[in-house]
């Protein structure tokens, strides 16, 4: 995760409780995060992605970690285990991906979502 405004990790206090051990991070840690910017992080959309505003988040979080320029930061641990980074993806309701190529299609499927948000938001 990124922190803005220049807030870092020791600033926000983040603890085992704030993270989700399947991705993401837990209601508390939303909280916590949401004082400490001022901003209004919500959960990630799980299942189907029928509305506008569904389209959306999940369209712009998906091309936002998966679709970066360059090398992704590493999707496994050196024990095999899945980063923080790749179980983000479960918190959105999508496969952890293994590999680079299945984060890049994670990404593909953010960019169709964001085609069709603007295609519904258009008409």
Do not use: C
């Amino acid at each position: 995760m990124s922190f803005t405004k220049g807030i870092s990790k020791i600033a926000l206090n983040l603890t085992k409780e704030h993270k989700d051990p399947k991705g993401g991070l837990t209601s508390k840690g939303r909280a916590a995060y949401n004082k400490a910017t001022g901003s209004n992080l919500k959960p990630g959309v799980r299942g189907a992605a029928d509305t506008p505003e569904k389209m959306r988040r999940k369209g712009s979080w998906a091309t936002r970690f998966y679709g970066r320029k360059g090398p992704l930061p590493p999707l496994k641990k050196p024990n095999g285990e899945p980063t923080r980074f790749a179980l983000t993806a479960a918190a959105w309701g999508e496969p952890v991906p293994q590999t680079e190529g299945a984060a890049r299609a994670i990404a593909a499927k953010g960019k169709r979502l964001l085609e069709r948000y603007h295609a519904k938001k258009g008409k």
